[in-house]
Every structure is written in structure tokens, then in C-alpha cells.
């Protein structure tokens, strides 16, 4: 496959597949077969006495490599290699299912069934729900949200125009090792040591990207972007995480809510630095985080689209 006659489209078509079909629980989706293979890498491991840190580090190069030689041979299949192109590309995004797993939860919360609400809030985030109330439900699911814009969408879709299908699902595989591993726990700060700093790489550019979108979403939705724009860089800077803060202290500050405080991990509290003003997460705050969610995902792929088309009409 030529990728250069088809970098601007196969984005496209993959953000409106995206968009309308999410992921649909009853197709296999490539991340659960990566999960599976990751699970056993780990498990293998551990059943050796080598170094977990080395080992860790050999997992990220050598899933890396596979996964990126692999689908190059199958992406240069003509014609079969397009359309294999456009799966990969569609199943490596998730603004769609973000969305709707946000509006599902925000519903539940609305309806005030509180178990359900909680039970869905669970499978999106890391962190121990079971005694959080409404409020603390609501600054869960705001927090996984705004997170996962940079994580589930613009990231992928940035190595996507960058790098095509293969860099793409590289990234997928390097943020999925980070999602298993990089917990800073006893059983994964050596194991997944190199998972996290990797993602750390590289994610590193399209979480600022993606905060300035949701900041210029925000000021075409008529948000408070001036006082985000004041407040932006040193919120995000309080995050443990380089990348997590940005995309999260915008929705913040343009929302008005705060994110942050305590929260337990596997039967630990953390108290997590506080980001955005004071102020609660309502029903209405939710839905225009939906909103602004969706709008900076749009403009996300408005701007790298139109570079890398320039890029590639002055190579022509």
C-alpha cells in the first residue's frame, strides 16, 4: 500500500467509523488480543528468575517490533492492504465509545441509580469507587473522560497521520503495556518500569495538542478559555503523570469543577494534587464536558489532517 496517496482519507473514514460504530462488544477488538498476549508475557516472566525490570524493557521492544514488522507486510498487500489500513485505523481510535461510555454513566447518575452508575464509572478507571458517592462518581468520570481524549483518541490518531496504521498500533501497544504495567506498586514498578516511560515519550506531544484543542473548543463553545489559558500550563504541571495533567486541567478550568483530591488505589489512599477551581461536577457540567470532548476531537483531526496534507502536497 502506498500510504502517501491515502494518509489524508484513511483518517477520515477511520474518525466516522469511529464516531457511529464505537466498539461494539460483540467483535473482536485488537486490544483484547494484545491484552491476552501481554497477560501471558507477564505471567511468563515471572515464572523465570531474570531481571523483571529487563525483561519489562525487553517486553516493550520486542512486542514493538513484532507488532510494527507484522502489520507493514500485511499493509503493503495491494488493495487487501487498504482495507486492512482503515480496520486498523478505525479500531485504534475511541472517541466514539468514550463518549458513550461518558453519557452512560452520566445517565445512570441522572437517573440516580447509583449502584449501575457505579458499577459502569468501575470499568473505566483504576482507582476504588465503591465508596465514592454521587459527587465523588461524577469527578471520577470527569477526570477518565478528559484523560482517556488524549489517551483513546488524539494520540493514536496523531501517530495515525504521522506514521500510518503500523506507528499507530505501535503507540496502541506501548499505551496498553502502560495501562497493565506501569503501576507504581510492588508487583509492576520494576516489570513496567519501561512500559510507562515509553508512553511517557510518547504521549508527550499529543497531550499538549490536545489540551490547546479542547482550550480553542472551549472558547468556540464559550467556555472560560481565558481563565484555562492563565491557569493551563501550571495545573497540568502538578500532575504526577507529564501527559495526564493537560487534557485533564483544561476541562477543568473551562468547566469550572475541580479534579484531583483523594482517591484509593488497590487499597491504598492517594491524595491526588488538586486541579481546576473550586467547584462541583453537576449533570449539566458532564454533558458539556460530552460536548467538549467531541469538539476538541474534531479539531484535533482538523489540524493534523490539514498539516500532513500540506506535507504531503509539497512532496508531490
Sequence with gaps: MDNSTVVFLIPVF????DYYLGDPSWFPHPVRYLGMALDWYDKWVRSLTLSPKIMGGVGVV?????IFSVLKIFLAIPFIGVIIALYLAYAGLALGGLLSECRKGATLLDQGNIEAARKAISQLVSRDVSNLDEAGLRKALAETTSENLNDGFVAPFFYLVVTGPAGMWVYKTVSTMDSMWGYKNEQYKEFGYYA???DDVLAFIPARITAFMM???GRFLKLDWERTYENLIEDAGKSESPNAGWPMAAAAWL???QMG???VYFGEEKEKPVMGPVGEWTSLKLKKLG?????SGILSAILLNTYFLLVWLSEM
Design 62 to 66: 520486542g512486542f514493538c517490533l513484532v
Design 215 to 217: 482550550l480553542a473548543a
Design 291 to 295: 460536548t467538549l470532548m467531541l469538539f
Design 196 to 198: 510507562a516511560k515509553a
Design 255 to 257: 468547566l469550572g469543577a
Design 261 to 263: 483530591g483523594k482517591a
Design 14 to 17: 477511520a474518525m466516522i467509523l
